[in-house]
């Protein structure tokens, strides 16, 4: 179960910092609207954060599964929030590792 969260969260992680520097890099390219380009680039920063956070997450996860089981649901969250639809596959990958990082491991030794 570890291994998944793990790989969950690796790959949620490593597509979200991709978009989240797509859309830093993009709201910096935009001359036209500098507002536009400014919230773009707000959006993107923001992102990262969650994105770092995410990523995080799922490496420190087998140390404390609850904490860092929630601190993926909330990146998730907090990711779609700031960048709407962009964030998608990244926020149901830290979903899914967040949620199996909640459930409890069942001992294999016992009858």
Not at 30 to 56: D, H, K
Not at 95 to 109: F, H, R, T, V
């Amino acid at each position: 179960m570890k291994k998944t969260v793990f790989t969950l969260g690796l790959i949620g992680g490593i597509i979200a910092i991709m978009i989240s520097l797509g859309m830093f890099i993009w709201g910096g390219i935009q001359p036209s609207n500098y507002e536009f380009g400014r919230q773009i680039m707000t959006s993107g920063a923001i992102s990262i954060i969650f994105s770092v956070m995410g990523l995080v997450s799922s490496i420190l996860a087998e140390k404390n599964n609850k904490l860092f089981g929630i601190l993926l649901i909330l990146s998730a969250i907090g990711g779609l929030f700031t960048t709407l639809f962009f964030y998608v596959i990244p926020a149901i990958l830290f979903i899914i590792a967040g949620i199996l990082a909640l459930i409890p491991e069942k001992n294999k030794n016992t009858i």
